[in-house]
């Protein structure tokens, strides 16, 4: 046998060739990625005459982003900030344009309702969801959950989901809404005992939202898993802010950095918290399982859940599809609709008119029910309030932007959208466009609204804060129906007024959201006490 010594230096030119080939090989798909393929889409779009910003590798538009964000956090305008860069873009390059708003990648950027419509409606399947920063947030907690899956896996799970918010079942979860905003106007009327009190209003509805979410998706009935549901909130909300912290660092805009679970820090943090919401989750399934579908009350989803059986095979879910589906109501139901919440006050604060007029209405449609709570079949006389809430996600949809990977070669009008490119959708424009919308697009005029969306806006996807075509959102009616609730409450409860220490700046976080909190002075409302209209 030769001695180890002769063996040496073939060994080590042999470790040497691999480590020059993993590192040519690593760089070459590096400059493939962030380089050679964006440049492509760039090229092949410019060639169809669409226009954009000059490619630039890597950074793209990054730092135009940053000083776009900027100049717009001195606009009062509503939402001003939202799809800061789209906005500039499409103002200098049209309503189907290039963007390289989130460095190397390059997308097309959609702010006309007619390819909207193409891309989310008649040719829906030639697009996927894409792995992008809402991804990150919600893969760790539910990636087999409707939002997230694609396909045929998409399919069934919609269809299993779907009884789950027809009319009937909303209206049976409506008492659990009333229950949870019960108990939550009771907390707030402690705090305001002895008068006034700041209260930041967004912490709080975003809390409730979670709260009547929690008790819909699990079914919490008694106090200990309502204290592994606060558990989940307090890690739900650590969660969030490691992932803010994430997009904020700029490091997820570099392609992929979450979706590659590098190792750093942060990344081991986040994953860490998502393990410990999944084990609390898995707590709350367990108990449900053994009891078995003879209790099921079918009021929450994960009931629904247990009782379904696969039509071809009779299995049932795994505890794992059980939790992706609970995870992913957890987090695309809290957030938008405490969102949705708070950009509602917020408007009625901005408007005493508006906020007179939907108290009265409040007022008038409560005083003629038996009970302190909001019967569901009160909702539909609250017209006034439905406007305010229509108008409110117009101007501040909850969810700004949408995004769709082209799985295929795709013609969107004139444009064919070749396979791979990132198409994003972005809401605020579409909703503020004089075109579709009327002079007054940027004012706030709930009454637009008074003959239904096709009354108010001239294309039937001009109006999407809950999407459109097959991957609309499925907790549009949910959502509505405990925002009328708890405002409705909230209003016939409280006096309020904007605190002097609101600072407008809407940021867009996978749902938008008041950066500085919505601080609101809350006085109890005493049964004899004319009524105080809010905004000063
Ligand atoms: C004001 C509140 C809400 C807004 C503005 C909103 C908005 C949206 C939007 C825009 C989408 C489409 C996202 C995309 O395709 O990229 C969506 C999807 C979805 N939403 Fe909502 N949402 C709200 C409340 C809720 C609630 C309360 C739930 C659950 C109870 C929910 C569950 C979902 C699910 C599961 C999907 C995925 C549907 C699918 O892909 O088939 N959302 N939502």
Redesign the pocket.
Known sequence: MAPLASWLPILSSTILAITVCCTLSITAAVLYTVLLVPYQHWAFLRKQGLRGPPFRPVLGQLPELRASVRRRAADPKYAARVAAIAEDDIALYGKVCISQMLGPDVRLVLADPAAIKEVLGSKAHAFA?PPDV?RDFLEPLGPT???LSDGVR?AAS?KMLNPAFYHERIKAMSHTMTACTSDAVDRWMKSVATGSQEVDMYKELSKLSFCV?AR?AFGIRDAGTQLIADQIFTSVERFCGLNVKSVLSGMAFIGGYRQARLPTPLNRKIDREARTIRRLGLRLIKPKQAEGPGKANRDNILDIMLAYRDEATGAKLTDDQLLDQCM??LL??HD??G??MTWTLYLLLAHPDYYKKARDEVLEVLGKCDSDAVPSEALPKLKMLHWILQES?RLF???PM??RKAIKDTQIGDILVPKGLNVAITVYPVHVDKAIWGDDAAEFRPERFANGVSGAVKHSAGF????TG???????N??LT??KIVLAKLLSAFSMDLSPKYRHVPTSLISLRPRYGLPVLLTRRAAEQPPKYGGG
């Open positions: 969801k809402s959950g409707l939002i998409w919609k979410i819909t992913t109501f695309a139901g938008t609709t969102a949705l996600m949809p909850p969810v949408m995004v999407i804060p809950f999407s097959p991957r609309y959102c499925i907790g549009q949910f959502a405990e925002a």
